[in-house]
């Protein structure tokens, strides 16, 4: 069982930048964030691979968000830069336990409850 906490989330304005963390226990093989608008479906964001490091972004983030963990805190982060209107969601961190899962279309197995941010025009 993983259990995942996060935090960090907020108001900001257009091109400012944020950083959520996602503490976690227990086994996993990757972590991610994935994000759902209002009235939208949850969509993938970033995910790294616990072991290697190894990141994967959604193309509407890449180069300007970046995905990153510390194994002895057992935290994952995900630096937000530049943000925009349309980034504004519940950013929610997850888990998986299991390698070469297809992650973007169905997502992980272990969910934390979400942190929301609101990106001001």
Known sequence: QVQLVESGG???QTGGSLRLSCVASGRRY???WFR???GKERE???SINWT???EY???SVSGRFKISRDVTM???YLQMNNLKPEDTAVYYCAADS????DYVHVGMEYWGKGTLVTVSS
């Open 98 to 101: 299991t390698p070469g899962g």
């Open 52 to 54: 290697d490091g190894y």
């Open 44 to 46: 993938y964001v970033s």
């Open 74 to 76: 057992n935290t994952m």
């Open 57 to 59: 972004y959604a193309p």
């Open 36 to 38: 759902q608008a209002p």
């Open 10 to 12: 907020g108001l900001v």
């Open 30 to 32: 990757a972590m991610g």
